[in-house]
C-alpha cells in the first residue's frame, strides 16, 4: 500500500510533494496521502452537518432519536477520538435507507435504514462502518485524490495544446473517463470495504457481537433492487461484502467480550424499505 503513497506524491511537483505526506489508517495501517490537514477537515464537516441538518427533516420524537444516541455514542466510545465533537441527529425519511459520519464525529441516520438494521445490532452495523469513515479519514482522502486529479488533468491538457481542438478534446474526455472508472470509483469501493473491516472492529468493541453484521448486509441484498454492476458503482455489492466479513470476523470477534450490550428492536417506520407496514 505504501507504493500508492509515494506514487501520487510522484505526481505532484517536488515544491508541491514536500508541503504534504503519508498518514495511516487505524487498524488497517493503509497508508494515504494526504493534502489536507485533520483540522481543516473537521471544519469543514461541521459546516456541511450544519447545512443538511437546516435542510433536512430532523426529528427529535424519542422514539426514533433514543435507539441511535444509545448506539451511536457506544460507537463513539469505542472510537476513541476525544477531540471529536460527537453530535447525532436522526432525519425522518422513510425513503432513505442512509446514515454518515462527517469528519469530527457528526453522525445523521435516516429512518429509512430502520427496518433493515432491525435492532441495536445493526444499528451498530451502519453507525460503525460510517463512524469508520471519519476515523479513516476518507473525506480528507477524496478531497486529496481530486486536486491530485486536477492537477493530472492541466498536466493532459498542457501536453495535448499542440494538438487540434478536436484532439484535445478526445484526450481530455477520455482522460475524464479513466479518471473515473479507472480511479475513483475503485477508490471509493476500496474505501466503503476498509469502513466495513474497521467498522466490525468498533461495533465488537462496542459491545455488538460483529457477527450479526451479516444479517445486516443479507437484508439490505434483498431491500437493494436496480443496482448498477459493481464495477460502475461506489460500493461493493451486498454478496462481496458478506464474504469480507466473514473473513474479518476472527479480528473483530478479539475485540467483542460476550455478552456485550443488550440488544433493543427498532422502532416500525411505516413505508421505509424493508418495513412490512
Not at 15 to 32: A, M
Not at 108 to 124: E, K
Not at 236 to 261: D, H, M, V
Request: proline fraction near 7%.
Amino acid at each position: 500500500m505504501r507504493l500508492r503513497c509515494r506514487f501520487l506524491v510522484w505526481l505532484l511537483p517536488l515544491t508541491v510533494g514536500t508541503l504534504f505526506g503519508c498518514t495511516t489508517v487505524p487498524y488497517t495501517n493503509r497508508s494515504q496521502f494526504m493534502m489536507v490537514s485533520e483540522s481543516e477537515e473537521m471544519k469543514l464537516g461541521a459546516t456541511a452537518f450544519q447545512q443538511v441538518v437546516h435542510k433536512e427533516r430532523v426529528t427529535h420524537d424519542t422514539r426514533l432519536t433514543e435507539p441511535v444516541l444509545r448506539v451511536g455514542r457506544r460507537i463513539a466510545a469505542a472510537a476513541d477520538k476525544p477531540e471529536y465533537q460527537w453530535e447525532f441527529a436522526v432525519i425522518d425519511d422513510p425513503k432513505q435507507a442512509n446514515a454518515f459520519c462527517l469528519p469530527g464525529g457528526k453522525v445523521a441516520v435516516y429512518t429509512g435504514i430502520f427496518p433493515i438494521a432491525h435492532d441495536d445490532a445493526g444499528l451498530a452495523t451502519v453507525i460503525g462502518h460510517e463512524v469508520a469513515h471519519a476515523l479513516a479519514r476518507h473525506g480528507a482522502e477524496r478531497m486529496s485524490q481530486g486536486l491530485l486529479l486536477q492537477i493530472g488533468a492541466v498536466g493532459v491538457s498542457v501536453a495535448a495544446s499542440g494538438s487540434s481542438p478536436g484532439v484535445q478534446q478526445a484526450i481530455m474526455e477520455a482522460y475524464g473517463l479513466g479518471s473515473t472508472v479507472g480511479v475513483a470509483l475503485p477508490f471509493s469501493r476500496s474505501q466503503e470495504s476498509e469502513a466495513d473491516h474497521i467498522g466490525l472492529i468498533l461495533m465488537a468493541k462496542a459491545g455488538y457481537d460483529p457477527e450479526t453484521a451479516i444479517g445486516l448486509w443479507e437484508r439490505m441484498e434483498a431491500a437493494e433492487r436496480g443496482s448498477p454492476p459493481q464495477w460502475l458503482s461506489t460500493h461493493p455489492s451486498p454478496a462481496n461484502r458478506i464474504e469480507s466479513i466473514r473473513a474479518w470476523l476472527p479480528e473483530a470477534k478479539q475485540y467483542f467480550t460476550p455478552p456485550g450490550a443488550a440488544v433493543h428492536p427498532l422502532p416500525p417506520i411505516a413505508g421505509a424499505a424493508g418495513s412490512n407496514e
